[in-house]
């Protein structure tokens, strides 16, 4: 018995240690990935901006192979919704902001988590040559495993942003 509680004294201690410890961690993350690619950035934006081309690109659509997907609202742009189901979970894409050709804000959600706010912006270096960065931020709010949580979410995110922007130059 006495063992019992030693280590029921210690996963509580830990656990208590682990709690401060998030109480000093940060709540919010940011994802940020770039690349050039060599194509003009109209028609990069297209691909972004429309909703459906995204399966053309998307790292998510690859790695899913039973994703299902559904559209709602206009098919680009301001308003547009894609949601899908698949093994990894649900989630959905609104696009919120449309600017040709610089840039498409909207907002991201994977079930049980906030929404995120991301963008993607096309900085066009020549007519045929474009800087394309992606970006990701969202909060996790005062939750400590959340918090844990943002602390990866570069790890998590950032190569399938690699991989999305390099499908996106093919």
């Known amino acids: 018995m006495k063992t019992f509680k030693r280590i029921l004294i210690g996963f509580l201690g830990l656990?208590?240690?682990?709690f401060v410890i998030s109480m000093f961690l940060p709540s919010t993350f940011k994802v940020e990935r770039s690349l050039t690619i060599n194509k003009p950035a109209d028609s990069l934006f297209i691909q972004v901006n429309n909703l459906k081309n995204w399966e053309n690109w998307d790292p998510w659509q690859k790695k899913d192979?039973?994703?299902?997907?559904?559209?709602?609202?206009?098919?680009?742009?301001?308003?547009?919704?894609?949601?899908w189901t698949?093994?990894?979970?649900?989630?959905?894409?609104?696009?919120?902001?449309?600017?040709?050709?610089?840039?498409?804000?909207?907002?991201?959600q994977f079930e049980g988590f906030d929404p995120m706010q991301s963008r993607i912006e096309f900085d066009a270096q020549t007519d045929s040559i474009t800087n394309v960065k992606w970006t990701t931020e969202g909060d996790?709010?005062?939750?400590?495993?959340?918090?844990?949580?943002?602390?990866?979410?570069?790890?998590?995110?950032?190569?399938?942003y690699e991989a999305g922007l390099r499908q996106l130059a093919n």
């Open 15 to 18: 656990l208590g240690i682990l």
């Open 65 to 83: 192979p039973t994703m299902v997907n559904t559209y709602l609202g206009p098919i680009e742009g301001m308003g547009a919704t894609h949601m």
């Open 86 to 108: 698949g093994e990894d979970g649900k989630g959905n894409i609104t696009i919120l902001q449309s600017i040709s050709p610089d840039i498409v804000i909207y907002q991201l």
């Open 140 to 160: 996790m709010g005062n939750n400590p495993i959340k918090k844990y949580f943002a602390l990866m979410m570069d790890n998590m995110m950032g190569p399938d």
